[in-house]
């Protein structure tokens, strides 16, 4: 089992950065990919990053691309997602994902990750 805990979220104007942390606890000896997913108002939930807890892959959504970093401390269990030159369509409430380091299915594919945090909200103003 693996315990997700999301935590950094807040009101931030556009152009500004913030950083969203996931601390995971739990089954710590078992390798996982870790992901990032954001769910905005009446939208469905769509693949903002991941990156393999053992190596040093990591994947963006078009949209964050050159704005948002996905990156991890191991010794800490824990990833972050900074996020920069926030736009008023980042607002979301984020989640932090995590899936066995095979699955046999695609880092963006969103049933394919077994735990999920909480959320947590992040509003851009214009």
């Known amino acids: 089992q693996v315990q997700l805990v999301e935590s950094g979220g807040g009101l931030v104007q556009a152009g500004g950065s913030l950083t969203l942390s996931c601390a995971a606890s739990?089954?710590?000896?078992?390798?996982?990919?870790m992901g990032w997913f954001r769910q905005a108002p009446g939208q469905e939930r769509h693949f903002v990053a991941a990156?393999?807890?053992?190596?040093?892959?990591?994947n963006y959504a078009e949209s964050v691309k050159g704005r948002f970093t996905i990156h991890r401390d191991n010794a800490k269990n824990t990833v972050y997602l900074q996020m920069n030159t926030l736009r008023p369509e980042d607002t979301a409430v984020y989640y932090c994902?995590?899936?066995?380091?095979?699955?046999?299915?695609?880092?963006?594919?969103?049933?394919?990750?077994?735990?999920w945090g909480q959320g947590t909200q992040v509003t851009v103003s214009s």
């Open positions: 994902a995590a899936r066995p380091v095979y699955t046999g299915q695609y880092y963006y594919t969103e049933n394919s990750y077994t735990y």
């Open positions: 739990g089954d710590t000896f078992s390798s996982y990919t």
């Open positions: 990156i393999s807890w053992s190596g040093h892959n990591t």
